[in-house]
């Protein structure tokens, strides 16, 4: 769905954009390559844009064996399509999924299709390219599970 109002900022956008290509005489790629890209970003944004659900955290507790280490277990809920973008948590991270469906992946990964009672694992070293509801009807809950450094986020957007 196309958040009200989003038409017109992609239409302004794309004709600031446009403009200084459209008037010169000579285009070249070097030229081009800047707008084409920025239209791209500009359409992603406005027509998918990230969710980032905050999560629920349920408890967090520091590891006496592991000095300096604690586990934090949150829940998350997804919107239908909702989806995050390229992140990665630090930490080992297993999630268990609750209700709907799933895609998960990480770089270098294989894309997994998760439904209730599955469960996928991230290292500290993964970026997470893939979080997304599958369902664009249905929402989807799971519980994560962190293992990290005491006080850390649980998840730190881009690479």
Do not use: W
């Not at 520091?62 to 919107?79: H, M, N, T």
């Not at 989806?83 to 895609?103: C, K, P, Q, T, W």
């Amino acid at each position: 769905m196309i958040a009200p109002g989003s038409l017109q900022i992609l239409y302004r956008a794309l004709t600031d954009i446009a403009a200084p290509i459209l008037h010169r005489e000579e285009m070249t790629m070097r030229s081009i390559k800047p707008s084409v890209f920025a239209f791209c970003v500009i359409t992603q944004l406005l027509l998918c844009p990230l969710s980032y659900a905050q999560p629920n955290v349920l408890m967090t507790k520091a590891l006496s064996d592991l000095p300096g280490k604690e586990i934090q277990v949150v829940r998350v809920d997804y919107a239908p399509g909702a989806l995050d973008g390229l992140h990665r948590h630090n930490a080992h991270a297993v999630v268990y999924v609750l209700e709907g469906e799933l895609e998960m992946q990480v770089s270098g990964g294989a894309l997994q299709r998760l439904r209730p009672g599955q469960v996928f694992y991230e290292s500290p070293t993964d970026v997470h390219t893939i979080c997304r509801n599958a369902s664009k009807t249905k929402p989807a809950k799971f519980i994560a599970f962190f293992v990290k450094n005491e006080g850390a986020p649980i998840l730190v957007p881009g690479r």
